[in-house]
C-alpha cells in the first residue's frame, strides 16, 4: 500500500510539472526570447519517445530516424519531415535530428560518461 501512495504522490507531482511546463512555452515566446520554451518542448519530445519505450536522451524524430526500416517508423518519418517542412520549411527534419544526436553521444563519449549506445547495449545484455 505505501507504494502505491508513493507512486500516486510522483504521478501528481509530474502532473502538475507537466502543467506548469505547458504553461510556460508560450510564455516564453511571448515574455521572453523562446529559449526556454524550445528545452521545454524538446523535453516533452523525450519525455515521449521514453513513454514509447525510447531512451531518455534521444528525441522521437531521430528514433524514427534510427529505426526507419520498421514500416511504421518509415511512415513516421515521412510525417514529421512534411510536418516540419510545412510548419518551418525544413527539410530533412528527422535526419538532422539523428544526426545531432549522434553528435551529443560523441561529445558524451569524449568526456567519459555513459552514452546513449552504451545504455542501450547494456539494456540488450540483461
Known amino acids: 500500500m505505501r507504494q502505491v501512495a508513493a507512486w500516486m504522490l510522483i504521478w501528481l507531482a509530474c502532473l502538475l ?6 504553461a510556460a512555452i508560450p510564455l516564453s515566446a511571448v515574455f521572453g526570447s523562446g529559449l526556454r520554451g524550445w528545452r521545454l518542448a524538446v523535453g516533452f519530445d523525450q519525455l515521449g519517445n521514453v513513454a514509447a519505450g525510447g531512451d531518455e536522451d534521444e528525441v522521437f524524430s531521430s528514433r524514427c530516424w534510427r529505426m526507419r526500416d520498421k ?11 512534411w510536418l516540419f517542412f510545412v510548419l518551418d520549411g525544413q527539410t530533412n527534419h528527422c535526419l538532422n535530428a539523428w544526426v ?4 551529443k553521444c ?3 563519449h569524449s568526456k567519459g560518461a555513459n552514452n546513449t549506445n552504451t545504455r542501450r547495449k547494456r539494456r540488450a545484455k540483461k
Do not use: H, M
Open 106 to 108: 560523441q561529445i558524451r
Open 17 to 22: 510539472v507537466s502543467l506548469w511546463s505547458l
Open 71 to 81: 514500416a511504421i517508423y518509415g511512415r513516421l518519418v515521412k510525417f514529421i519531415d
Open 100 to 103: 545531432e544526436e549522434q553528435k
